[in-house]
């Protein structure tokens, strides 16, 4: 079974500039979750989306952050314009979260971003 | 609310030494507990789990108790090898019918080297 598969693995860009980040979780996983992690901390929920709603993105930076889940598979996370404190690594995770279980998430490799 | 304490890194052993990771949660209700891994370059990795009081969760010579009379999740390995260096990461999801928050709680994550 595929895991979850992200792109890029790694994006460098000007600051100011827009960037994208895409996600395509585990065949049947109805919850995606976006995270920020910085260097040497856990990482950050930015949103969680359960099919196509987003059900908590109470820590996605309105203003410069947006994300949308077409027809509750993949995602994409989007920046603009990107700022230098953005510099992190964008992870994307997805489950299966069912009334009577456990919140058991499966990680993707993650995409490096280099704000200059 | 609910939280999630891990032991300061950076923690340094050699090879065969014995590992214990300190984890402790607070919480309302009977949370789930995970430990996951995060080898260089690489996302996040479901290490453990365990669902419920006494629960013992276990991989690759990994485990760790669910202890609900002193809220603990202490990650142990009895003979570390130079491939388990790697941060580590307690986590913990609310109690099953919890409403509409499934999101993970993480702790700061313990870097962890082993030498050879």
């Known amino acids: 079974e595929a895991g979850v598969v992200q792109s890029p693995r790694y994006k460098i860009i000007e600051k100011k500039q827009p960037v994208a980040f895409w996600c395509n979780p585990i065949?049947?996983?109805?919850?995606l979750y976006w995270y920020r992690q910085n260097l040497g901390q856990g990482p950050e929920l930015l949103i969680r989306y359960e099919n196509e709603e987003a059900v908590d993105d109470s820590q996605l930076p309105k203003d410069r952050f947006s994300a949308e889940r077409l027809k509750g598979v993949d995602s994409t996370l989007k920046i603009q314009p990107a700022e230098l404190g953005d510099s992190a690594v964008y992870l994307c995770?997805?489950?299966?979260?069912?009334?009577?279980?456990?919140?058991?998430?499966?990680f993707g490799p993650g995409t490096r971003l280099t704000v200059l | 609310g609910n939280s999630v304490t891990q032991m300061e890194g950076p923690v340094t052993l050699s090879e065969e030494a014995f590992l214990t990771i300190n984890c402790t949660y607070t919480a309302t209700g009977y949370p789930s507990l995970f430990w996951y891994v995060q080898y260089p370059g690489e996302g996040l990795q479901l290490l453990l789990k365990?669902?419920?009081a006494d629960d013992k969760g276990s991989n690759k010579g990994f485990e760790a108790t669910y202890r609900k009379e002193t809220t603990s999740f202490h990650l142990e390995k009895g003979s570390v090898q130079v491939s388990d260096s790697a941060v580590y990461f307690c986590a913990l999801s609310e109690a099953k019918n919890a409403g509409n928050n499934r999101k993970l709680i993480w702790g700061l994550g313990t870097s962890l080297a082993v030498n050879p």
């Open positions: 365990a669902t419920k």
């Open positions: 995770a997805s489950s299966l979260v069912r009334r009577e279980g456990y919140n058991e998430q499966f």
């Open positions: 065949s049947g996983h109805n919850t």
